[in-house]
């Protein structure tokens, strides 16, 4: 009887370890279904996010390429000297940063203008992928990659249309760029590899590879020829997981692609020596694979947040650049255009005006242009400083002439400490952050309200006070205030966002603080302080 019941109850344990085992198993399946299906919309996510980010650059280029068609009367003769002086104008106006040159084709596809062309170019048709159907459509867009005009290397071409009175294509305005290893495009995609198998590729409507993390495949064909027709998804093809999603604006696919193996790296290897330990200790088994895939689905969903945050802040801050660089940049040139196709009409006052309005526009792209440089300087800790002993209250009275220059119309009151406030310091970069702080104080203030400034000094180290009278900041505002990307205190206030980070950035580097006080509706004050300079250590 009691070996009956013994055997009952071994069959019993026997029956619950096998429950407990298949049970686990189920779980442990489904856990590794699941884990798949988030690093796979994980991935899916990352590639939609760069598809759009990549988007809203290419439609902010065709907006670009199209103001200046518009605005620009092409002859569209061959050779045409107006034409010529126009391109070789805008050129110069991008410098350094264009390697390739313009291309301007009338409405038979002829070539008729362009810079950088090479001999016996002028007045031959141009023949390539995508030039009839660009004519034919009258938009801007993108012409597929391939060989190269303008150089030696396969391009491809962002193109607008030129068009007549009544709205008919008379031409096309384009602009090579491009598709190589080096090129600033490519080195942004190659960053976008993962592990070693993996690969990312922009392709264009015809196979061709715009830009890739593997340099061999750049200005060829995609491997894989049906990439074109396949619908964005998630693909498991021979061995390799493939994610596509597609670039609406010129018309492309972002692929990504690696080994299902690397891929899932991690997963099912742990859960293969899971299941071998339930045979020993299936409870014990069932539990630390559950807990080990529950923390890497954590994991996966926290780094999917990541990433979420990371590609809203990188489409925000080039949505937030394309937009304001584009404003100067228009400015600049219609003022300067117009100035040169009215100037025989025009009397002196008005070229100056319009000159000055150019100029202003200018000023305000080197700024935007100084902000984001100064930001990856800061960043690399590459940002310089020379240093020189000077009194504090002769920079801040220069910037506040500067400022009252900029603000004719506006007061700026300044309240001087009476001694001597010498200090240590880069007067460039300290002129950049007091210019940072009164044009923030002037914009954010009503016209009728003066600024004031008060110097103060005490306990080894000078101190500037700036005081608006505008709206002032909340609490949760004065909490990010000085975070990049982060702009004014009201929709309307333009700029990138970077002008508090980087006056932050550069004071702190002088050994001091910058801080901000405020209530809602009785104005914000700016308060930044420098060490004072000892007075032994100073030269000679």
Known sequence: MQRHSDRLIAGAAALVV???????????????????????????????????????????????MASIAAQTPFVLDVGAPQDVATLEGIQALFGDLLETGFIVLDANGVIVNGTLLPDGALGTTFDRPGVAEALASGEPGIMPVAEGLTSPIPVTITYAPILSEGGGVRGLLGIESSASEDSAFNQEVANLRSGETGLFAFVDGLGGVVASSDPTLIGGSYPDPAIVSRSPGVYRDDGRILVVQDVPGPEWRAVSSQDIAEFEEGLGGQVQRLILVLGLAALIAAAAVVYFLLRRLRAAREEERRLAELNATREEFISIVSHELRTPVAGVLGFLQSTLDHWESMDDPARRHAIERAAANARRLHGLTRDILDTTAIEAGKLSYVLEVVELVDEVRDAVVAARDAHDDREVIVEEAGGSQRVSIDPDRIQQVLANLLDNALKNSPDES???????????????????????????????????????????????????????????????????????????????????????????
Not at 43 to 64: H, I, P, Y
Not at 472 to 494: A, C, D, H, I, P
Not at 495 to 512: D, K, N, S
């Open 18 to 64: 096998v429950v407990l085992a298949t049970s686990v198993g189920v779980l442990v399946l489904d856990v590794q279904r699941r884990g798949r299906s988030a690093l796979e919309r994980e991935r899916t996510a990352q590639v939609l996010q760069l598809a759009k980010n990549m988007d809203t650059r290419v439609v902010s280029g065709f907006e670009g």
């Open 450 to 540: 003066p600024v004031h400034v008060r110097l103060t000094g005490d306990a080894g180290f000078a101190s500037v006070a700036i005081t608006d009278r505008g709206p002032g900041l909340s609490e949760s505002e004065l909490e990010g205030l000085f975070e990049k990307f982060v702009r004014g205190r009201s929709t309307n206030v333009q700029g990138t966002g970077l002008g508090l980070y980087i006056a932050r950035q550069i004071v702190e580097a002088h050994g001091g603080t910058l801080t901000a006080s405020s209530s809602p509706g009785r104005g914000a004050t700016f308060t930044f302080t420098v060490p004072l300079a000892d007075v032994a250590a100073q030269p000679g």
